[in-house]
């Protein structure tokens, strides 16, 4: 079992860059492959961006290829999302997601993960 929580959420301006931030309490979260996904209003939850459990190999949707930034640091049980050169069209909650699937690939799917957070909000204006 493995607890999430999300910060760094915010309101920016289009073109700002901020950092999320999750942090893994109970099983370390070296086990897990890890992952954002974000949910707009009225649309599907999505994934952002993963990072497998073995050999911290990285995934990105089109949307954040480029901008954004997937990182673990496994001593401090942390996940973080840089995000540069926000648009509007980033606006949305935005999850962090363990899968207790060990193994090289990422999951990019969320029926590929067993843990979530609570979400953190991210708005962008124009």
């Known amino acids: 079992q493995v607890q999430l929580v999300e910060s760094g959420g915010g309101l920016v301006q289009a073109g700002a860059s901020l950092r999320l931030s999750c942090a893994a309490s109970?099983?370390?979260?070296?086990?897990?492959?890890l992952g954002w996904f974000r949910q707009a209003p009225g649309k599907e939850r999505e994934f952002v961006a993963g990072i497998s459990a073995i050999g911290g190999i990285t995934a990105y949707a089109d949307s954040a290829k480029g901008r954004f930034t997937i990182s673990r640091d496994n001593t401090k049980n942390t996940l973080g999302l840089q995000m540069n050169s926000l648009k509007p069209e980033d606006t949305a909650v935005y999850y962090c997601a363990a899968s207790r699937r060990y193994n090289f690939f990422v999951m990019k799917y969320r029926a590929e993960y067993d843990y979530w957070g609570q979400g953190t909000q991210v708005t962008v204006s124009s």
């Open positions: 109970g099983r370390t979260s070296s086990s897990y492959a």
